[in-house]
């Protein structure tokens, strides 16, 4: 599990460290209100990788919390049906079935899906994003994909286990702390 999250990070602050590469020596230093910039650089980061990292969980909760089917066949007696279970507690029923030992056939999630989802959508897009980035030449296609990269697709694995309130909070998150990071930046000066 550490594994993910590290190359997560990796893609998270890469682009950062390329683009303070590029800022001369004599205009380097860090003068009033740029704080609050690198705290909200600091927790936009986070956000990505904490979603990234919970995706699993996402797979878990949409598994146990789900309407179940699967169906029941007994050819020596001609008996053919459904059966049904809804989990109304903390531990959900479990439903007998021959069909119960394969839970991907009755429509589980896979945890492991869901991660590949959420790494997948961030750092996808920003693998052409920082190609076209340094190859200087569409700055603004550039700059669209690694945003888009980062804002929705850490929320792609929650997506993908039909947690869409989950998914769709975490990218306002990120809009929000992006939002306040926009806003402290223009204190910050350089030079």
């Not at 190609?131 to 603004?140: E, I, R, T």
Request: include cysteine; aromatic fraction near 8%.
């Amino acid at each position: 599990m550490r594994a993910p999250i590290l190359i997560a990070t990796l893609a998270v602050f890469y682009p950062v460290r390329a683009a303070t590469a590029q800022v001369p020596a004599h205009m380097s230093h860090r003068q009033d209100g740029c704080g609050g910039l690198v705290a909200g650089a600091l927790a936009f980061s986070g956000l990505v990788v904490y979603d990234i990292a919970t995706a699993p969980a996402s797979a878990r909760w949409y598994n146990s919390n789900r309407l179940a089917m699967s169906p029941i066949i007994n050819p020596r007696e001609h008996a053919y049906g459904v059966a049904f279970s809804v989990p109304l507690g903390s531990t959900p029923p479990r439903v007998a079935s021959t069909f119960s030992s394969n839970r991907q056939a009755a429509g589980a999630k896979s945890e492991g899906r869901a991660l590949l989802w959420s790494l997948g959508a961030t750092i996808g897009p920003m693998i052409p994003g920082l190609l076209f980035a340094q190859s200087n030449q569409n700055h603004g296609a550039a700059a669209a994909l690694i945003i888009g990269g980062l804002l929705f697709g850490p929320s792609a694995g929650h997506w993908y286990a039909e947690r869409w309130g989950r998914g769709f909070a975490s990218v306002g998150a990120r809009l929000g702390v992006s939002a306040v990071g926009i806003a402290l930046a223009s204190d910050c000066s350089f030079g």
